[in-house]
């Protein structure tokens, strides 16, 4: 019982700390009901056994930014690990960026670490990802990962995935590091300890340095590709729009985003505009729908005053909508934006694409009354189903003082581009334009539909 204090102090430590994660402790039934002598934090001694390196080893850190030097067309593919490391991470990372004028891409799990309306924003990479941002990564000499673990939404195909590269890695977890992908020049350490001693020794350079013009003119014309495109409809809500409109009305201010899982999580990712880190909180490897709202409610209670919007599937927000009553109990007035397609979307994009367009058990025809559902709970219902009305709807949803279920109706068969389909190399991207229904029906060939 006498340990039960330092057990929790070192629980929370690790949670926290190195790379932060959940952590179980089990207290048995005996320990519950006996009474014993609570130890104060202070004076608490640290286990051994849990320690991560922080530091990062100097010579690597000099070689990384002896490649970054010489880099003719560079890339920094940050992630989660720069959120998790803090706010002085974000701080170098983008002092980094205006040091060196490299472009940066980020992981879902990065977002916000770099500001959307920098000038060095590629946008999110990946499955989803962005154009530029994968042509990028697969074109570039130097890649530096700053905090990102080459996820497989990531690299493609692995064999093909930025094949020309030298490629640096900064990550604090050693079973991280070249798990997927071989990389040359490991740094194990945090990122922002890590980040500090490459500005440090960046500034110490020669001024000169091979020019980078080329490199952007590239990405220029990455750019001009406007991958996000959809066609918009008078009568119908693309889902696009309504991102869009919503993104629109919650531009300048502070904002916080949580989303449930499928296709809406990804149209919210290409289409929200993050400035800061920690706005931004979605589930990434695990993708467990019904994260959203109780996310949106743990982020509501600590920012009271806050803007948060749990941007959700009609199927995902089925998953925890219980968590409305905490919601009015506690007084957190927790927006949920329903992106109401009637069909566990993802799934039937997967249907169409992997499976002949067989589609089973995807469709939800006894769809509760969101409204209603609302209502009962004591919260506030909004239906919107007309591009006309969606901004004043939207306009109502953030003025109102309640918690509030936005049943946003949209067009049922959208499908999220652009998209990386399975067991494809990570340049070679389905993208809006080319996405007929032959490209779809053929994207996927009999090895890449074992793959997913
Ligand atoms: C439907 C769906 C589609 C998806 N599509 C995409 C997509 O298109 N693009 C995309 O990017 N993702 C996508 N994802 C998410 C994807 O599955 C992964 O969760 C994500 O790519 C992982 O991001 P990350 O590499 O930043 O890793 P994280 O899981 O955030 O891991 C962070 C890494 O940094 C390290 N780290 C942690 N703290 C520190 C520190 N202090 N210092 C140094 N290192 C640290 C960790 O050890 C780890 O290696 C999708 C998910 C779903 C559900
Ligand atoms: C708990 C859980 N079960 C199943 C899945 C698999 N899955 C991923 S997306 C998805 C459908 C989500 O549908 P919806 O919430 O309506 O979102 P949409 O794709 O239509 O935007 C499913 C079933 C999952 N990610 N999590
Ligand atoms: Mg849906």
Redesign the pocket.
């Known amino acids: 019982m006498n340990d039960l204090a330092n057990v929790i102090h070192e629980a929370f430590r690790i949670a926290q700390s ?3 994660g959940p952590v179980v402790v089990d207290v048995p039934k005996d320990v519950q009901f006996a009474k014993g002598r609570y130890t104060p934090l202070k004076g608490h001694p640290i286990r051994e056994s849990y320690r991560p390196a ?1 530091q990062g080893n100097a010579d690597a850190i000099e070689a990384a930014v002896q490649l970054m030097a010489n880099a003719r067309r560079p890339i920094l593919y ?9 706010d002085e ?1 974000t701080r170098l990372l983008r002092e980094l960026v205006g040091l060196t004028n490299f472009p940066i891409t ?5 977002l916000g670490c770099y500001p959307a309306s920098g000038k060095n924003w590629l946008g ?6 962005s154009y530029e941002a994968n042509m990028a990564m697969h074109d570039c000499d130097v890649m530096v990962c ?9 690299t493609g195909r692995v064999d093909a995935f930025s094949p020309n590269s030298t490629k640096i890695h ?4 050693p079973s ?1 590091i070249n798990k997927t992908i071989h990389v040359d020049v490991p740094i194990l ?4 300890h ?1 980040l500090e001693e490459m500005v440090r020794a960046w500034r110490a350079l020669p001024a000169e340095k091979p020019s980078l013009d080329e490199w952007w003119s590239n990405i220029d014309r990455w750019r001009g590709r406007d991958c996000f495109a959809y066609t918009p409809n008078k009568d119908v809500i693309m889902p696009q729009y309504a991102l869009e409109r919503l993104n629109a009305a919650v531009k300048g201010r502070d904002f916080y985003i949580t989303t449930e ?2 296709q809406h ?2 149209w919210a ?1 290409q289409f929200f505009e993050f400035e800061e880190p920690k706005r931004w909180m979605t ?3 695990l ?1 467990t729908m019904g994260y959203g709202l109780p996310a949106a409610l743990g982020v509501q209670i600590a920012h009271p005053e806050a803007l948060v919007i749990d941007v959700a599937g009609d199927a995902s927000i089925q998953m925890c909508i219980q968590e409305m009553a905490a919601a009015i109990q506690h007084n957190a007035p927790v927006k949920i934006f329903i992106m109401n397609n009637q069909y566990m979307g ?1 799934v039937r994009q997967w249907q169409q694409l992997l499976h002949g367009n067989r589609l089973s058990h995807s469709y939800t025809e006894a769809m509760p009354d969101f409204v209603k559902l609302a209502e009962a709970y004591g919260a506030e219902g909004i239906y919107c189903d007309d591009p006309a009305d969606l901004d004043d709807a939207i306009q109502r949803m953030i003025d109102s003082p309640k918690p509030v279920i936005f049943d946003c109706r949209v067009a049922n068969l959208a499908n999220c581009f652009p998209m990386i389909p399975s067991g494809r190399a990570h340049n070679d991207m389905l993208l809006p334009d080319e996405a007929n229904d032959e490209a779809v029906a053929t994207a996927i060939d009999a090895k890449g539909r074992q793959l997913v």
């Open positions: 190195g790379r932060p922080v940050t992630g989660g690990g720069v959120i998790n490391s803090g991470a980020s992981t879902l799990m990065g999110m990479l990946g499955m989803h990802g700053i905090g990102a673990r080459f996820d497989d939404r990531i900064i990550d604090i977890d991280s350490g945090d990122v922002a890590v899982v499928g999580q990804m990712a589930s990434g490897g993708g993802m």
